[in-house]
């Protein structure tokens, strides 16, 4: 087996080797729902932005994607399509003029069974609205007033996580203008209306109707606040689902279609786009990737004087954030010193992607001391965003959204806060331990086990926010408590290893499907996955070593080959029931990491 190890190694290595740029980045696609494609459908054909090139391939990616009995998937094995995505489709579609109504007749049938357009998610909605398919005012409303709530009240718009606030500033612009925008290109969805709700909008202004001059200003608020944070290429925080919203939202204040801000958010929009599938990410993963595969690389012994790990280390460097975001709200003391998801994100550094630069520059820390410098501003920013309850979270501490969460909107409860997660928490705490020297016994190390031992499930797993999702929180929630020192024998370590070890498939591989958010507990794919194999190996190898369901893990990721299903399916979790993320890194990146980590354990035995 060890030679098959040391095989597999070599050749993800250099397959690592074909992906890195002359920028020294590695580049993989970032592929999520189709949302992102059919929001460009319809903004090319609403601004009339010839490219029509563009445009046929988004809608051959969108025909490619359908389900023979007409509907949408978000994953192979959600049960019988999904409404949402299927109407975002079928929407795009027609308003593309390059689709037929005849085409789609089975997609319009499907629509109309499940309920229409208004049993689509909230998110859909928002998108519907805007080209008047339905009434805004039979979406939930946050009133304009919203935007005036100072910051230190208990409830205000800052209460929000920074990723619904970049969505919701501009949803509140165009709701509070009612702003609908329609042309040539609108298709009829008349049909599709199965049921609205029926609330006037004269019943809600008289409710809610604010002073001209508090209006105006709660409306400048929100527009201020989306300009501020519009980044350099173009885009509102490097999303390109906020981007859209923000672009209609201009429109809906008076901005002409042809001004700069918009013009520069489309080209951003156009950067976006990976071109070899023509499939518009919703936030191009390089930095991410590129961190993940140095770290990868080093532990897979790749040397640090190599061109490889050089270059993807200077590059990680050069996209070290210097500016205060929103996090320095509740953080004013702590300087900057975090990384970002994308490269065009300069000021909304997350936990996850400065840990793991971090780790992959903690090799140079000794021979440079500007990489030392550097290296020390992202661990003292990363300690400084921990959660009051002792956890981390993804982007900004203590934005608990209160009653916000409880809102009726989809994936409030989700998005809304910005909670302290298992993943994020253990994954942190690994790194402060292993890479940062940071003992068990520091009080920041000793909140983050107790928030870890709280939070497990009753049957050992750990719920994992930002991967799918029982697997992922259980293998960072044990290698977390392992790097902090908690002992095998303690209760929460035993539950979480016998999870796994019950989750292992017949072939030795894991596999989770992305329908457990849905059920809210485990639910299993009927074939394994690379990247979830390889969280699962790691963990337990972690703890027990070479042991039989390791041995099992391990051949199932020295395979020869891979069902498309096993390479395909998304292992990355956005939004619960509406987001998902296939990473084309993951196949790569964590299999290596953990046969790197098999073949130390073997060699050390030896």
Known sequence: MMDRVETCIKKFIQLARSAQGEDGAFHYCFENSLVTDAALIVLIRTLEVDEDGLLQALVDRLLNQQDSSGYWKLYHDEVGGNLSATVQAYHSLLYSGKVSQARLNKTREYIIKNGGLGATDSFTKVFLSIHGHIKWQNLFHFPMLFMLVPESFPISFYDLSSYARIHFAPIIIMQDKKFTIQTKWTPDLSDLVVRERNTSDESRDSRLRLPTNLLLLARKRAEQYMIQRIETDGTLFNYATATFFMVYAMLALGYDRHSPTIMNAIEGLKEMIWLPEMHVQNSPSTIWDTALMSYALDKAGVSYNSSMRINSVNYLLTHQQDRKGDWAITRPNIQPGGWGFSE???????????????????????????????????????????????????????????????????????????????????????????????????????????????????????????????????????????????????????????????????????????????????????????????????????????????????????????????????????????????????????????????????????
């Not at 992202?378 to 979270?393: A, E, S």
């Open 344 to 606: 065009g994100n300069t000021f909304h550094p997350d936990m996850d992607d400065t840990s793991v630069a971090l780790r992959a520059i903690t090799r140079y820390i000794s021979f440079d001391e500007e990489i030392h410098a550097a290296w020390q501003r992202g661990v003292n920013w990363l300690l400084g965003m921990q959660n009051d309850d002792g956890g981390w979270p993804a982007f900004e501490p203590d934005r608990r959204a209160l009653l916000l969460k409880d809102l009726p909107i989809n994936g409030a409860d989700s998005s809304f806060p910005d909670d302290s997660t298992a993943d994020l928490t253990g994954r942190t705490i690994e790194f402060l331990c292993n890479d940062a020297g940071i003992k068990g016994s520091h009080p920041i190390i000793q909140n983050a086990t107790k928030w870890l031992t709280k939070n497990q499930e009753s049957d050992g797993s750990w719920y994992g926010r930002w991967g799918i999702y029982y697997l992922y929180g259980t293998w960072a929630a044990l290698t977390g408590l392992k790097a902090a020192g908690v002992s095998e024998n303690h209760p929460v370590v035993k539950s979480g290893l016998r999870f796994l070890k019950k989750t292992q498939q017949e072939q030795g591989g894991w596999g989770e499907s992305c329908r457990s958010n849905v059920k809210h507990r485990y639910i299993p794919l009927s074939h394994a996955t690379p990247s979830q194999t390889a969280w699962a190996v790691n963990a337990l190898m972690s703890w027990e070593g070479d042991t039989i369901e390791v041995r099992r893990g391990i051949d199932y990721l020295l395979k020869h080959s891979f069902t498309e299903q096993e390479l395909t399916y998304p292992t990355g979790a956005g939004l619960p029931g509406s987001f998902y993320i296939h990473y084309h890194s993951y196949n790569i990146i964590w299999p290596l990491l953990t046969l790197a980590q098999y073949y130390k354990l073997s060699s050390e035995k030896e």
